[in-house]
């Protein structure tokens, strides 16, 4: 089973709106963590938000927020007032402590900001 | 934020060569890091996790024998793609773990592109 799923290849945002990227999880680990990362075209990764498992509270970061349902397993990431910059591919990742602390990536969105 | 660098940033190679990635935590100790291959619009790809001092563990399906990754400090991994081949091309991406770290959070090098004619 997939540990990590993004539904959405790709996702079109009018520039200054808000947008939702998706991410669901499976683990049976209680101890976890959720993060996403914004790729641009050069290629490097840039960490954007972390949500732990046992934070009460959702994750904020600027523009963006981490929507984290855990009942639902899911980490959607929500990027509020969208500018032409944030135009890249979006990772979402976990991290299991009981599998060495390795990174599971999902297949990644595409994010496109329209003018 | 800690700092992960690659080098090189790129590079082109001719078959049945070899070619060295080097990767470095600049202002932290690294005991774990992480290899990630990235083909075209696609995910990350976890090829191999590499601990100081000893030897890498390799996900399925990744030959050891043609990524050799050497973890020789705390501060600099290196994966060598041996005898290379035309479907090796590649982005290779390391990142590394700073275990003082709250979250454990891993640390991503800017990754080097890998060309092979």
């Known amino acids: 089973a997939q540990k990590i799923t993004q539904t959405q290849p790709g996702m079109f945002v009018q520039e200054k709106e808000a947008v939702t990227l998706d991410c669901t999880y499976d683990?049976?680990?209680?101890?976890?963590?959720l993060f996403w990362y914004k790729q641009p075209s050069s290629g490097e990764m840039i960490f954007l938000i972390y949500q732990g498992s046992y934070d009460q509270q959702n994750a904020t970061e600027g523009r963006y927020s981490l929507n984290f349902q855990k009942a639902r397993k899911s980490a959607n990431l929500v990027i509020s007032a969208s500018q032409l910059g944030d135009s890249a591919m979006y990772f979402c990742a976990m991290r299991e402590p009981n599998t060495g602390n390795q990174f599971y990536f999902g297949t990644g969105t595409s994010l496109t900001v329209i003018p | 934020g800690a700092v992960v660098s690659q080098h090189p940033s790129r590079v082109i190679c001719k078959s049945g060569t070899s070619v060295k990635i080097e990767c470095r935590s600049l202002d932290f100790q690294a005991t774990t890091m992480f290899w990630y291959r990235q083909f075209p619009k696609q995910s990350l790809m976890l090829m191999a996790t590499?601990?100081?001092?000893?030897?890498?563990?390799?996900e399925q399906g990744v030959e050891k024998d043609k990524f050799l990754i050497n973890h020789a400090s705390l501060t600099l991994s290196t994966l060598t793609v041996t005898s290379a081949h035309p479907e090796d091309s590649s982005f290779y991406i390391c990142?590394?773990?700073?275990?003082?770290?709250?979250?454990?959070?891993?640390?991503f090098g800017p990754g080097t592109r890998l060309t092979v004619t």
């Open positions: 683990t049976s680990d209680p101890s976890y963590g």
């Open positions: 590499s601990n100081e001092g000893s030897k890498a563990t390799y």
């Open positions: 990142s590394a773990r700073d275990p003082t770290g709250g979250r454990n959070e891993q640390y």
